[in-house]
RNA sequence: GUGGUUGUAGCUCAGUUGGUUAGAGCACCAGAUUGUGAUUCUGGGGGUCGUGGGUUCGAGCCCCAUCAUCCACCCCA
C-alpha cells in the first residue's frame, strides 16, 4: 500500500476549517430562513440524462460520471465493450455510465420540481447548501468539489423575487463582514435585443461570450473576437456603442433607453432592471451591461458577485431569472429566479482578508488542569457541573507538566483554564485564568459557573 | 482539455559540476529545575528524498513515465 492521497481538487477540512466554513454556512442559512426559504436536499448522484445538455457542451464534459457496476458480468460484456467504444469516441454511453455526481444545485432542482410539482405549495422558495463536483482542472479557487448555497424561488413572476435576492446578498455579505463586494445586475432582455439588432438572435451566445471578457481582455480584444466570430464591422460597432456605455445606475439606463430606441425586447429588459434598481438603493447594487453569464437558461435577470478588488479572486455568486427551467423535464409554465453562493471562493476571500471573528475557532471552553488523583477527580465532578449548564469543558487526561496543559489549553483555542491543586481542595477555592489576558484571579469554587457564562 | 511550477523529517527549508552513513531551525518525546506557560541544561525518536522505471562504478541531483501541488488559458463558484 502506498501513501494514502486524496483525490485530485479534493480536500480534508480540519476543525479550525470546518468551523469557519460552519460560521458561513449558518449566516447564509440563517439569511434564508429570514426570508422564508425552505431547506431541500438532493441526491450526491443523478441520473446522468438529467444532467447532460444543460450547461452546454463544456459542462458536459466536466460531469463526473460513475461507472455502471456489473460491467465484468460475462452476459453484459458485449454491451460493455459496445459502451467503450462509444466512449473512446468521445459519446457517452447508457451501456457504460447512466449515473452522474451532480453539477450544480439548480438542474437538479428543476428535477424536484418537476417531479413534485403537484404537491408544492407556489411559489415555491427552497434553499440548498450542498456540494457539487466538476471534472475540472483545478487552480486558485478552483476546486473539484465544493459547496453550493443556492436559493430560488420558481412559480412567480414578480420583481419582488428579484428585489428579495438582492437584499439577501447584501444581507449575508454584511454579516460575514465581507462589505467591499459588487454585485453587479443586467438582464438577459437587453443583451438579446443587442444580438437582434447586431446581426440577429442566433448570435446571441456568441456576443455575450465575448462582451463578458470585457473587463479582463479591454476592447480591441473583444472587437477581434466579435469578428472572429463571424460578425461585420458594422455589427461590431453597434455592440461597441453598447459597450461604452458608462456611468450611474441612472445615467445607464438613459442611454440605453436612447440606444435601443423602440425596441421592445431591449424595452421590457430596461423597466425590469429600473424597476429593481430603484428598489435596492440600499444594498449597493450596480448595473453592468457588460455582465453576461454563461448559462444559458437564463431569460430576465443576471446577477453576479465579484470579490473586493483588492483579492485576486472572480466571481463568488450569481444567479438569474430563468422563464422554463422545468420545461426541459416536461413541466412548463413555472418560472423562477435564483441565487448561489460560493462559499469555497467566499472562504478563501474571508481567510485573505482575515473577516473571520476571533471566537469561531473557540469549541471547549474551559481546561481544568490535572494536579493529581484527588485533585483531578474533585475537577472531574466540578467539570460535569458546568456541562449541565452547557459550558463545554474538559479535563487534561494525566497529571502531566504544567506546561504541557498551557500548551494543549492554547493549541485548542481553549479560552479558560481552571486549576484546582491540593491548597483549593482544601479551601473549596479555584484558580481562573483567561489565557488572553494573561489574568487569573482565586475564587470560591461555588460560584465558578457564573463566572464563565 | 492545453501550457508551465513545485514535491527532501510533523512544519519551513538547505543539500555544490552526480561521490562515504542526507542536514538545519522550529516542533515533538524523556530527564534536571519550577505551584503558573519563560529561560537554561542533558539526552532521544523520527526521512525507501512523491511513486515506478532508466542512464551510471555510483542518483536527492541527469532522463522518461506517473501521481499530487500551485499557477495561467478555457470555462466557471
Known amino acids: 500500500m502506498s501513501k494514502p492521497s486524496l483525490p485530485q481538487g479534493t480536500r480534508d477540512f480540519s476543525s479550525d476549517t470546518v468551523r469557519k466554513r460552519n460560521f458561513i454556512f449558518s449566516t447564509i442559512r440563517n439569511v434564508f430562513e429570514l426570508y422564508g426559504f425552505q431547506p431541500l436536499e438532493t441526491p450526491a448522484m443523478e441520473n446522468l440524462d438529467t444532467l447532460m445538455g444543460k450547461y452546454g457542451e463544456e459542462g458536459d464534459r466536466l460531469i463526473f460520471k460513475i461507472l455502471n457496476n456489473g460491467l465484468n458480468d460475462p452476459k453484459n460484456s458485449s454491451k460493455a465493450t459496445e459502451g467503450f467504444h462509444k466512449a473512446l469516441e468521445g459519446k457517452s454511453s447508457p451501456l457504460l455510465t447512466e449515473r452522474a455526481l451532480k453539477y450544480d444545485l439548480t438542474i437538479p432542482f428543476a428535477r424536484y420540481v418537476a417531479m413534485n410539482h403537484g404537491q408544492l405549495t407556489f411559489p415555491f422558495k427552497r434553499y440548498q447548501i450542498q456540494p457539487v463536483w466538476r471534472a475540472d482542472r483545478p487552480q486558485k479557487g478552483r476546486y473539484r468539489e465544493f459547496t453550493q448555497c443556492d436559493a430560488d424561488i420558481v412559480g412567480s413572476t414578480s ?194 482578508l482575515q473577516l473571520f471573528p476571533q471566537n469561531v475557532n473557540i469549541g471547549t471552553k474551559v481546561l481544568f488542569f490535572n494536579m493529581g488523583e484527588q485533585e483531578s477527580w474533585f475537577a472531574y465532578q466540578t467539570m460535569n457541573k458546568l456541562r449541565e449548564k452547557n459550558i463545554a469543558c474538559e479535563l487534561f487526561h494525566e497529571a502531566s507538566k504544567i506546561d504541557k496543559q498551557f500548551k494543549y489549553a492554547e493549541r485548542k483555542n481553549i479560552p479558560y483554564v481552571v486549576i484546582i491543586g491540593s491548597n483549593e481542595l482544601d479551601n473549596n477555592t479555584c484558580i481562573l485564568k483567561n489565557l488572553a489576558k494573561g489574568q487569573q484571579e482565586i475564587i470560591d469554587i461555588a460560584v465558578l459557573s457564573e463566572k464563565l457564562v
Open 159 to 352: 420583481l419582488l423575487n428579484e428585489i428579495d435576492l438582492a437584499n439577501i446578498y447584501h444581507s449575508v455579505f454584511s454579516k460575514l463582514g465581507l462589505h467591499d463586494y459588487r454585485l453587479k445586475i443586467n438582464n438577459r432582455k437587453i443583451l438579446l435585443a443587442l444580438a437582434e439588432i447586431s446581426g440577429g438572435a442566433e448570435f446571441l451566445t456568441n456576443i455575450t461570450i465575448a462582451i463578458d471578457k470585457l473587463e479582463k481582455i479591454g476592447i480591441e480584444k473583444v472587437k477581434e473576437e466579435l469578428s472572429q466570430r463571424s460578425l461585420s464591422n458594422s455589427q461590431i460597432e453597434r455592440i461597441v456603442n453598447y459597450l461604452n456605455i458608462n456611468g450611474t445606475n441612472q445615467e445607464k439606463l438613459l442611454k440605453i433607453r436612447a440606444l435601443f430606441h423602440n425596441n421592445m425586447t431591449a424595452e421590457e429588459g430596461i423597466k425590469e432592471l429600473e424597476y429593481i434598481v430603484s428598489r435596492t438603493t440600499t444594498v449597493n447594487i450596480d448595473i453592468d451591461l457588460t455582465l453576461a453569464r454563461g448559462l444559458n437558461y437564463y431569460t430576465g435577470t443576471i446577477y453576479e458577485v465579484k470579490a473586493p478588488d483588492t483579492v485576486q479572486m472572480g466571481s463568488i455568486g450569481g444567479g438569474g431569472r430563468y422563464d422554463n427551467l422545468t420545461e426541459l423535464f416536461g413541466v412548463p409554465n413555472i418560472a423562477g429566479v435564483g441565487i448561489s453562493f460560493g462559499v469555497d471562493r467566499i472562504y478563501d476571500v474571508m481567510d485573505e
